[in-house]
């Protein structure tokens, strides 16, 4: 019988894909908009740090994307980081999530 954890993980990523696919591509255009200017007026412009910790993908290597989505949707109580989750879905949180462990070709 297969590991529970592993059948947990792949319906996980399964769920992340068609949550992200909900996304048209005009909100995605909106949500990189977000990040560069929002996120990064605290993580810095190239997300390498400055108010906020750095969050380039190399930072965020370790980390799946359902938990950074629940940083970005609830904040970090007691540091500057935001609650977002009034702005901005479940769904559109795990879309930056994976957006931004996502190494960038410009």
């Given amino acids: 019988m ?13 769920a992340s894909v068609s949550l992200a696919a909900e996304i048209s591509p005009q909100r995605q255009a909106e949500l990189e ?3 560069i200017q929002d996120c990064g007026s ?3 412009l190239t997300m390498k740090g400055g108010l906020g910790k750095p969050i380039t993908p190399a930072d965020l290597a370790g980390f ?10 609830d904040g970090v109580p007691g ?3 935001p609650p977002w989750r009034p702005l901005i879905s479940e769904a559109e949180a795990l ?4 957006y931004l462990k996502t190494e960038k070709t410009e």
């Fill in 2 to 14: 297969a590991d529970a954890g592993l059948i947990a993980a792949a319906l996980m990523a399964v």
């Fill in 42 to 44: 605290c993580h810095g």
């Fill in 95 to 98: 879309w930056i999530a994976d």
């Fill in 64 to 73: 799946d994307p359902e938990g950074l989505a629940a940083i970005i949707l």
């Fill in 79 to 81: 540091t500057a980081m």
């Fill in 33 to 35: 908009h977000m990040v």
